[in-house]
């Protein structure tokens, strides 16, 4: 489930991204999507941690 959790963060961050590029008439080059899905389904891995250690 952690997975799963930590990917759908990462995709939903990277669409949130090149949705706002579009509305500004900006590109995002693919290295820079691709480290946005990274950084952020890395950091809600380690947020699910903070809360399965708290609960």
């Given at each position: 489930m952690p997975l799963v959790y930590s990917a759908t963060i990462g995709l939903g961050y990277s669409a949130k991204t090149v949705l706002?590029?579009?509305?500004?008439?900006?590109?995002?080059?693919?290295?820079?999507?691709k480290k946005i899905a990274k950084d952020y389904a890395k950091n809600a891995r380690q947020e699910k941690r903070i809360l399965v250690l708290q609960v």
């Open positions: 706002e590029a579009k509305q500004n008439d900006k590109k995002v080059s693919n290295e820079e999507i």
